[in-house]
């Protein structure tokens, strides 16, 4: 009993972590169509900006959090502008390929500006410590990213599916031109929806630091992950994200707790058994 | 159409290829001695790239997973080696071709289950799952050690595998021309033209009553059937089967190997391939960071000036000049 209460506690911290980072990526996939591998890349920039702001500048958590969205999304623009607007459309092996590009690029300037060690976040007081749930104590921090995991996925789903500019997304993808006709700004509904996107990597970043640790190499190491995490839950859907985290989570800690040597086995083989399964993903919408 | 006259008709473009590529291969060989070994690794890594050419470029399925297929070769051929005395340079590429070519059955009945992005996931699911499996059944496959004590008989009971590398050097050239002619005939072939319209247009395909998932599947298996060569050819000449060579990252390069050079294209395929890994070579020398970051902004910049990869851009630019030409 007390193993699958931990289980449980495990897998859904590590769900919701892999919830805040992979939303965003869900939301440039199945309302932008467009497969943004280097999402991972971002998180990882996030990440460092976080470190850098608290271990060299001495910020305090809350702030590097907000300093590391905010120069994403700010770096997000120029690119969104300068290099994805002319992928959209475009077939998926090409998205692919051009931002696995962006993501070496990214991955070679990490380490050459910041070395090839692992890079830490300094945490606030109030989020180093164990927390006691009851049956066994629980660390802080990961009560923290499941918390945020919640109101992100709370608050996107408000964003999309109850507000004016959710519509306007909304009418923008399901048919661009005639959205434009009747006077949405389609382009500027994609940049701030990408920005958007590109925040959201950052904060997961920093938020799942303590479970996935920022190197250079993080962008490429969970790339697949991220992807594997949208494809399984449907891309879009923030609901099919939610409990593709969620069931991955739990598969990858039960393996972990129960089959070590097995590892990411069972992770691939209930990936292969739903995406064969259900193509669009646990709740994706039919092409 | 029947074989002979399909022969017929690219024999003077094929036989111009060999005298391109023995040509090559001989001047590697004289100004060059001491590379062979980098060049016969270029060699196995461009039997990947024609393997992912025929179903990515030709047959429109999208795969990041075919490192599997390569992997399977080498451990296949590495195994045979090692745990049952199979020494025979031959017989070795012979389990490769078989093993990769059963690899490839087994992916492709996984692979194209999805479409576009799923395809993309599942194809990436495969591979992590060969790996992981390479990694744990480690009596087998050695494990995260690679797998050791490959010791090839001489090819032909006549040459030895020496220190130089010059007898897997030839081997392989010998490999590739004969591969690629092939594979030049396979893609001449109805059964060719065949793939070519699926992946042009599947539904129309399918109305008119060519079977679809069946020319898929068959396109997957001779793939494998290559890739599994490409990865046999590695384990003889390298004497050890690791599992980079059953990677994501493997898979990624390569398709991006054959994006460079041009897709649907055995061409662009061989060229995409030899740019690349020499490319490598000097960079990573250098600095490999450096080098990523290099090899990241030279990706960019080909999909996004020149779509269709160095062969694409040389035929528009050859197009452009014989416009001048004649103006």
Known sequence: MQTIFSIGADALAYGMVLFVISIGLSVTMGLMKFVNLAHGAFAMLGGY????????????????????????MILAVPLERFLYRR?????????????????FMMIGIANWLMGPTLKTIALPPSLQGPVDIGFRSFPAHKIFAAAVGLITALGLWLLIERTFFGVKLRAAVDDAKMAEALGIRTKAVYAISFALAIGLAA????????????????????????????????????????????????????????????????????????????????????? | MNTISLWRRGFKGDLITIAVMVTLAVICFHFMPSNLSF?????????????????????????????????????????????????????????????????????????????????????????????????????????SDGLAGISPAPLF???????????????????????????????????????????????????????????????????GAVA?????????????????????????????????????????????????????????????????TIVGALLVAIVLFAPRGLTGLAESLWARLMKGAFK
């Not at chain 1, 900006?49 to 994403?72: D, E, K, N, P, R």
């Open chain 1, 87 to 103: 992928f959209y459309g475009a077939s998926e092996l090409r998205q692919v390929l051009m931002t696995i590009g962006l993501t």
């Open chain 2, 228 to 292: 599994g060569l490409g990865g046999a050819l590695s384990a003889v000449a390298t004497k050890v089967v690791g599992l980079d060579s059953l990677s994501f990252e493997l898979s990624a390069e390569a398709v991006v190997m054959l994006v460079l050079g041009g897709t649907a294209n055995l061409y662009g395929a061989l060229i995409g391939s030899a740019v690349f890994m020499w490319f490598e070579h000097t960079m990573s020398t250098i600095n490999p960071y450096h080098w990523l």
């Open chain 1, 203 to 287: 904060m997961g970043g920093v938020v799942g630091a303590q479970l996935l640790p920022i190197e250079p190499q993080y962008a490429l190491h969970h790339m697949v992950t991220f992807l594997v995490v949208v494809c399984v839950g449907g891309a879009g859907s923030i609901g099919g994200a939610l409990a593709a985290c969620l069931i991955l989570g739990m598969v990858k800690t039960t393996g972990a707790y129960l089959w070590p040597e097995f590892g990411n086995f069972f992770f691939y083989l209930a990936v292969i058994a739903i995406v064969s399964m259900l193509p669009n993903g646990l709740m994706g919408r039919a092409k």
């Open chain 2, 157 to 223: 009971g006549m040459w030895r595998f020496d220190l130089w590398g010059r007898t897997s050097y030839w081997l392989a050239v010998a490999l590739l021309i004969v591969t690629f002619i092939t594979l030049r005939q396979i893609i001449r072939s109805p059964f060719g033209k065949l793939c070519q319209a699926i992946r042009q247009d599947p539904v129309r395909v399918r109305a008119m009553g060519a079977p679809v998932y069946l020319t898929q599947v068959k396109m997957y298996v001779i793939s």
């Open chain 1, 49 to 72: 900006i976080a470190s850098y702001a608290t271990q060299s500048l001495g910020w305090h958590f809350g702030f590097a959090l907000l300093a590391a969205v905010a120069l994403c």
């Open chain 2, 39 to 143: 060049f016969t690794r270029i060699i196995a890594i461009m039997l990947l790239v024609l393997a992912i050419d025929l179903v990515t470029g030709f047959t429109g399925i999208a795969t990041l997973g075919h490192a599997a297929l390569y992997g399977a070769g080498a451990y296949a051929a590495g195994i045979a080696a090692a745990k049952f005395g199979i020494n025979d340079p031959v017989l070795m590429l012979l389990v490769g071709i078989v093993a990769g070519a059963l690899m490839g059955l087994l992916s492709s009945l996984v692979i194209l289950r999805g479409h576009g992005l799923s395809q993309l996931v599942l194809s990436i699911a495969v591979v992590q799952l060969a790996r992981e499996a390479a990694n744990r059944f480690s009596t087998w496959t050695g494990g």
